[in-house]
T-cell receptor
Framework: KAGVTQTPRYLIKTRGQQVTLSCSPI?????VSWYQQTPGQGLQFLFE???????NKGNFPGRFSGRQFSNSRSEMNVSTLELGDSALYLC????????????FGPGTRLTVT | GIQVEQSPPDLILQEGANSTLRCNFS?????LQWFHQNPWGQLINLFY???GTKQNGRLSATTVATERYSLLYISSSQTTDSGVYFC????????FGTGTLLAVQP
């Protein structure tokens, strides 16, 4: 069974631009969560989608948004990029919500210049 | 919110040595996972262990949920074990500790 895939793997953007990252979960998994990893803040939860609905959201500004499609694939969007948005963005999928093991993709490394 | 603390923050071992990594969490959780982050950033699942003991080769883990801690044991360490080890707990989202940076020297 294929693992979680994320595209693109690397991305360079300039301040003020917007970016869209994509995540395809493991086949059969319905929950997709997104995390941001930075050297200063560590790994932080962004949001979770299940059945095309955002179920949970972390403490991030409204510039960070996401969605989930009927095939469980998910996208996250960051608008008006700031230098501090430079990070590794990780997507995780699980069979269902709560108490289920999460499996991570390889991540998208975003650099904002 | 739930706080997750990992110790030690850094660990240097000689190849062949054993080690124990600890994860303390501040509240009841229904999910606990251990991950190894490889040099390219991917989080590799080691254990899903909300309670009890599990073993996988040279690695084993124990979670004592009533006392709010988990331990990851690495035996006969190899250079390929180097990297950052994270503990993460969840009620409805994964909350990560700050990790243990392990360096195994040949």
């Amino acid at each position: 069974k294929a693992g979680v895939t994320q595209t693109p793997r690397y991305l360079i953007k300039t301040r003020g631009q917007q970016v869209t990252l994509s995540c395809s979960p493991i086949s059969g998994h319905r929950s997709v969560s997104w995390y941001q990893q930075t050297p200063g803040q560590g790994l932080q939860f962004l949001f979770e989608y299940f059945s095309e609905t955002q179920r949970n959201k972390g403490n991030f500004p409204g510039r960070f948004s996401g969605r989930q499609f009927s095939n469980s694939r998910s996208e996250m969007n960051v608008s008006t990029l700031e230098l501090g948005d430079s990070a590794l963005y990780l997507c995780a999928s699980s069979l269902a919500r709560d108490s289920h093991e999460q499996y991570f993709g390889p991540g998208t490394r975003l650099t904002v210049t | 919110g739930i706080q997750v603390e990992q110790s030690p923050p850094d660990l240097i071992l000689q190849e062949g040595a054993n080690s124990t990594l600890r994860c303390n969490f501040s509240d009841s959780v229904n999910n606990l996972q251990w991950f190894h982050q490889n040099p390219w950033g991917q989080l590799i699942n080691l254990f899903y262990i909300p309670s009890g003991t599990k073993q996988n080769g040279r690695l084993s883990a124990t979670t004592v949920a009533t006392e709010r801690y988990s331990l990851l044991y690495i035996s006969s360490s190899q250079t390929t074990d180097s990297g950052v080890y994270f503990c993460a707990v969840s009620s409805n989202k994964l909350i990560f500790g700050t990790g243990t940076l392990l360096a195994v020297q040949p």
